[in-house]
């Protein structure tokens, strides 16, 4: 068990509302990232950390930003979210190096 | 693109048939996990393999890396209910510099009683 959870677990809201998902960990581990997940995509990254205040862009990153302001907590927001956002989220950690470990999830609709 | 591909997208078997899982792709990795993942839930890793032709076992879980580090397989042998879920191989490419890794599509397995 990574210690890594995730609020909320469930959220439906409108379109063109912002909407931030938290990630929070707590065993201190430098990388922690973003995926969605939809159906015949797999994984894909949103945009990852490496440490306090250091993000980086993942390959579907636009209408989302991030903050690291702690290393326990990795805030998602989409500033003003889309149908097109309706995924699950996953929060994940990296120990050791390329071993991911995952958080349960947020489910997200966008009406 | 990097990119992994997985087949068969879809499975569907009987209780005790074996089955093999195989994600592939153009690019070299340095090494590959394996994941699965039951509805609901977020993704769990199985196994990594780091090292050419390296065979893994756990217990009716058989994992190989391709000798050139761009595929692997995954089977399983008697399958059982259990064993149904989301498999999905994931992987960093040689020249990744920092630490993200790129996930295959999935394979979907439902064991039927």
């Known amino acids: 068990d990574a210690g890594i959870t995730q609020s909320p677990r469930h959220k439906v809201t409108e379109t063109g509302t912002p909407v931030t998902l938290r990630c929070h960990q707590t065993?201190?581990?430098?990388?922690m990232y973003w995926y969605r997940q939809d159906p015949g995509h797999g994984l894909r990254l949103i945009h990852y950390?490496?440490?306090?205040?250091?993000?980086d862009k993942g390959e579907v990153s636009d209408g989302y930003s991030v903050s690291r302001s702690k290393t326990e907590d990795f805030l998602l927001t989409l500033e003003s979210a889309t149908s097109s956002q309706t995924s699950v989220y996953f929060c994940?950690?990296?120990?050791?190096?390329?071993?991911?470990?995952f958080g349960p999830g947020t489910r997200l609709t966008v009406l | 693109t990097q990119l992994l591909e997985q087949s068969p997208q879809f499975l569907s078997i009987q209780e005790g048939e074996n089955l093999t899982v195989y994600c592939n792709s153009s690019s070299v990795f340095s090494s590959l996990q394996w994941y699965r993942q039951e509805p609901g839930e977020g993704p769990v890793l199985l196994v990594t393999?780091?090292?050419?032709?390296e065979v893994k076992k756990l217990k009716r879980l058989t994992f190989q890396f391709g000798d050139a580090r761009k595929d692997s397989s995954l089977h399983i042998t008697a399958a059982q209910p259990g064993d149904t879920g989301l498999y999905l191989c994931a992987g960093a490419p040689v020249k990744t510099s920092y630490d993200k890794v790129i996930f295959g599509p999935g394979t979907s397995l439902s064991v039927i009683p």
């Open positions: 994940a950690i990296s120990e050791p190096r390329f071993t991911q470990y």
């Open positions: 393999v780091v090292t050419g032709g």
């Open positions: 065993e201190n581990h430098r990388y």
């Open positions: 950390s490496y440490g306090v205040k250091d993000t």
